[in-house]
């Protein structure tokens, strides 16, 4: 089956440091790949995404290459700010398979002055 | 941007009761609303795809007549644990979606059952 692997939480980084959030999959077909963002107490918030193999997704100061090669799609910034602690939801979706995600466990973010 | 409310935020409750979970989505018409569940460190699991004024989607492993799931119009579906055990504490998300690849997700509703 569809399965989204990401490293464990938390992740606490100071102001300014650069980040990375490891993000793998298996999927049964073709998938689009996605991060989403939730803050405290607020619902998931769609982060960015890709589509197909090589494209980039950004947003915000972060990224993500969508790495068919080595099915990964990790989340990167190269500066992060307090502002950015949140938690971090690798998913994918199947091409043709309606709108169903797959998620990962998600990772937690904290970052300190 | 596209809100999506729940209500209750949280609920406690004592077995055998049955609880209702609302999600609204507040400034758009859903044509989709999407109910997950979510354990501790786990990931968010879907539950069922409900299409307004159809019967919902269920997926493997989800009985659907303990999860009842409504959604009667373009801006609210319900979820409802029937019979609530422990076993059922949990985080239900709800998220809906415009016919497009986007997913509009509601903050979330934590259910105990004592």
């Known amino acids: 089956g569809d399965s989204v692997t990401q490293m464990e939480g938390p992740v606490t980084l100071s102001e300014e440091a650069f980040l990375t959030i490891n993000c793998t999959y298996t999927a049964t077909g073709y998938p689009s790949l996605f991060w989403y963002v939730q803050y405290p107490g607020e619902g998931l918030q769609l982060l960015l995404k890709?589509?197909?193999?090589?494209d980039k997704g950004s947003n915000k100061g972060f990224e993500a290459t969508y790495r068919k090669e080595t099915t990964s799609f990790h989340l990167e910034k190269g500066s992060v700010q307090v502002s950015d602690s949140a938690v971090y939801f690798c998913?994918?979706?199947?091409?043709?398979?309606?709108?169903?995600?797959?998620f990962g466990t998600g990772t937690q973010l904290k970052v300190e002055l | 941007g596209a809100v999506v409310s729940q209500h209750p935020s949280w609920v406690i409750c004592k077995s055998g009761t049955s609880v209702k979970i609302e999600c609204r989505s507040l400034d758009f018409q859903a044509t989709t609303m999407f109910w997950y569940r979510q354990f501790p460190k786990q990931s968010l699991m879907l539950m069922a795809t409900?299409?307004?004024?159809?019967?919902?989607?269920?997926e493997q492993g989800v009985e659907k007549d303990k999860f009842l799931i409504n959604h009667a119009s373009l801006t609210l579906s319900t979820l409802t644990v029937t019979s609530a055990h422990p076993e059922d504490s949990s985080f239900y998300i709800c998220?809906?979606?415009?016919?497009?690849?986007?997913?509009?997700f509601g903050p979330g509703t934590r259910l105990t059952v004592l």
């Open positions: 998913a994918l979706r199947i091409t043709g398979g309606g709108n169903k995600l797959t």
């Open positions: 890709a589509t197909k193999a090589d």
């Open positions: 998220s809906a979606g415009t016919g497009t690849d986007t997913q509009y």
């Open positions: 409900s299409n307004e004024g159809s019967k919902a989607t269920y």
